[in-house]
């Protein structure tokens, strides 16, 4: 019988990754790209709405990245479908869009994350990681769509800790990881992140989040 310590580490577990976008280009070069990444397997990818709500729903992937703008209905109505209860996947919102009211609106509704069509695929590869891992990515210039005007005055207002927190969070971690890494409780972490929210008059922490990074205080 072989030694205990002679036997192979299981592999760590991949990130289950589907792709929705109309454009063939889009989907081929993402599926490349991601497909080269040891930590991530692409399990599906699909050029319409309906397409993608069966694949999502037969797959179960980890992470979907969906196309804003796609037939018959687009990014927002395939994440009100597919919901936010368990097991249902971690969405980003791939979108060459920025308008304020769908951004928020795809909060309303789960999204946990944002990326421009413009971005480099690495970041998009970093996203979906932070997702994946839990936490929130918006892109930095979607970041300042999200930021009230009457917030700018405000973010000097943070203090370290609370840009700190707001960084670590922007990292993907969640609330009891922070506690940790900072030797504080998870409800000191969530008091921190309270009192940015109100300073930053951000009705959610993603957009508290968005706010500073938008203004590099976080970066």
Same mark, same amino acid.
């Given at each position: 019988?072989?030694?205990? @310590?002679?036997?192979a580490? +299981?592999?760590?577990?991949?990130? =289950?990754?589907?792709?929705?976008?109309?454009?063939?280009?889009?989907?081929? &070069?993402?599926?490349?790209?991601?497909?080269?990444?040891? #930590?991530?397997?692409?399990?599906?990818?699909?050029?319409?709405?309906?397409? &993608?709500? =069966?694949?999502?729903? &037969?797959?179960?992937?980890?992470?979907? *990245?969906?196309?804003?703008k796609m +037939?018959?209905?687009?990014?927002?109505?395939?994440?009100?479908?597919?919901?936010?209860?368990?097991? @249902?996947?971690?969405?980003?919102?791939?979108?060459?869009?920025?308008? $304020?009211?769908?951004?928020?609106? @795809?909060?309303d !509704?789960?999204? =946990?994350?944002?990326? !421009?069509?413009?971005?480099?695929?690495a970041?998009?590869?970093?996203?979906? =990681?932070?997702?994946?891992?839990? /936490?929130?990515?918006?892109? +930095? *210039?979607?970041a300042?769509?999200?930021?009230?005007?009457?917030?700018?005055?405000?973010?000097?207002?943070?203090?370290? $800790?609370?840009?700190?927190? !707001?960084?670590?969070?922007?990292d993907g971690?969640?609330?009891?990881?922070? /506690?940790?890494?900072l030797?504080?409780?998870?409800?000191? *972490?969530?008091?921190?992140?309270?009192?940015?929210?109100?300073?930053?008059?951000? #009705?959610? $922490?993603?957009?508290? *989040?968005? %706010? @500073? !990074?938008?203004? %590099?205080?976080?970066?």
């Amino acid at each position: 019988m072989p030694d205990v @310590a002679d036997e192979a580490a +299981p592999e760590p577990r991949r990130i =289950r990754l589907f792709v929705a976008d109309d454009h063939p280009a889009i989907l081929d &070069a993402i599926g490349l790209f991601a497909g080269m990444e040891d #930590d991530i397997e692409v399990i599906g990818t699909a050029a319409n709405a309906d397409e &993608a709500l =069966r694949v999502i729903g &037969a797959r179960t992937p980890d992470v979907a *990245v969906l196309d804003v703008k796609m +037939p018959p209905f687009g990014g927002i109505e395939m994440l009100r479908r597919v919901g936010i209860s368990e097991g @249902a996947p971690k969405v980003i919102l791939y979108t060459a869009q920025s308008e $304020r009211g769908l951004l928020l609106e @795809a909060l309303d !509704l789960g999204a =946990r994350g944002f990326l !421009l069509k413009e971005s480099p695929l690495a970041e998009l590869i970093r996203a979906i =990681r932070i997702v994946a891992a839990g /936490g929130t990515y918006i892109d +930095p *210039v979607l970041a300042g769509v999200l930021a009230s005007p009457l917030v700018a005055d405000r973010l000097q207002s943070l203090t370290k $800790r609370e840009r700190e927190i !707001l960084r670590l969070l922007a990292d993907g971690m969640q609330n009891e990881q922070v /506690g940790q890494l900072l030797s504080i409780s998870p409800l000191t *972490v969530k008091t921190h992140v309270k009192n940015a929210m109100e300073k930053l008059e951000a #009705d959610t $922490r993603t957009e508290a *989040v968005a %706010s @500073a !990074l938008r203004q %590099s205080l976080i970066s």
